[in-house]
């Protein structure tokens, strides 16, 4: 799929099909109703015969019009304009790209009146290229026939050419769609991950797919082993492995966007990479168990951010972190009681081995720390108690630090791509008290159970600027629309690119 813009009279593009808007209250759009006069009244005659009343998201292609240079005009149904807000916008280019022809290769979207309230225009093209590439987007590879695969994938406008009819030509639009495009293949990277099942994507696949990242993008990349692991002193993390057969892996990308030879100060992005969680000897109920290969779209979306920023170069540096493991239940495996020292030399006593993912970013954080970070930031399916709280919505955000955590609401709202924040105080603490070690790792069974997660993480990052993403609720969709989201990769590439401007 590629996008442009182009300034030029919507009657006189030449495309295959030409996407102008209809709103249930106002009628026509003004470009829609440029389009009406050249064609002699096309527009008003599909509204008057009652085929486009321009309820949202409805679409009505009209073929062989005169008086303009595409085959075809399709009508795009916005809704309300009082409701025309950021989730209507992706809903309609959505529909648009789904519903605008099979024979369609080149769209042009006379969308510049599509305003949306609070949005500037480059907003609206970054979020078309999200919504149309993410309509296409497809898991596919472990498919052989063309015929299992969901339909629309083979209609054979797979190269489509997309279009943005701009009011005036700028820099600011090249720049939105470039950075759309970016964001857009971030997501599609940390989807396929995180699609990929646990027999493909193990700790080693992921190593491979992080050496690939730096090969294809001039990433600097360190991929250490069981005993390197052990080298280091990561006692947490090594006593996640224990159950799988598959080595560890821990994985340490750098992206250097800015200070010369040196790499001063990076954001770092600590992505839990738990390529299957089983629960290990706590094992968990084997209902929908098959989504546990999810635990690892924390590492994917670390990817897929390294992969949007290595493609738009923003002055910053970033180095990304992610511990990837299995877990699982074994003779060898870790059990409830057992106690184990930490990187950072602090004692955990593990009372329950299905809260694993903090015991490996326990670690990872202490690591991290190694390179004197202007900010860190972890990413992690962390808590079934975050999906409770704060559901598909908003990731939760947990952070002592106020600037922090307000740069991230802000890039969280920009990038439309949203968080919650959560409390991370002090007093949720004394949950993780163990009579046998310095913590335990888990709190009251029940009670907050997001909040002690992050409280424990806390334990591991005092003096730095830290912020904590529990994504558990929107890394991926369970149900019939089962799949990893990309998210929140649109997010953390917003904060990169604010922090290099
Ligand atoms: N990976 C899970 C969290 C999770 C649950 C993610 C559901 C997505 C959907 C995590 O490792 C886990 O098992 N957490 C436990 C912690 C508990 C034992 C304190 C949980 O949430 O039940
Ligand atoms: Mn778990
Ligand atoms: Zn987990």
Redesign the pocket.
Known sequence: MEFNTKTAAPESVKVDCLAIGVFEDLGPTPSARRVDRATHGAVHAAIASGDMKGKRGSLVVLRSLSGVGCARVALVGLGKSTDFGDKAFSEVVSATVRGCGAGVTTLAFAASDWKVAGRAPSWSVRAMVAAARATRFRSDELKTKASDRPAGEDDGNQRLRITWLAEKRGRELETALRQGEAIANGVELAKRLGNLPANFCTPDYLASQARKLARDWHLKVQIFDRRQIEALGMGSFLSVTHGSVQPPRLIVLRYQGSGGSGFANPVALVGKG?TF?S?GI?L?PGAQMD??K??MCGAAAVFGTMRAIAELKPTVNVVGVVPACE?LPSGSATKPGDIVTSMSGQTIEIL?T????RLILCDALTYVQRFRPAAIIDIA?????C?VALGNVHSGLFSKDDELAAELLAAARNAGDSVWRMPIDDDYQDQLKSNFADMAN??T?GNA?SV??ACFLARFVKDQHWAHLDI??TAYRGGTTKGATGRPVPLLTEFLLARAA
């Open positions: 738990i969680d629960g706590s968990k989504e546990m999810f635990d877990n329950n299905d809260a694993e993912g399916t962390l808590t079934g108690a999906v888990i709190g069974p159970g002690t997660a558990a609720g």
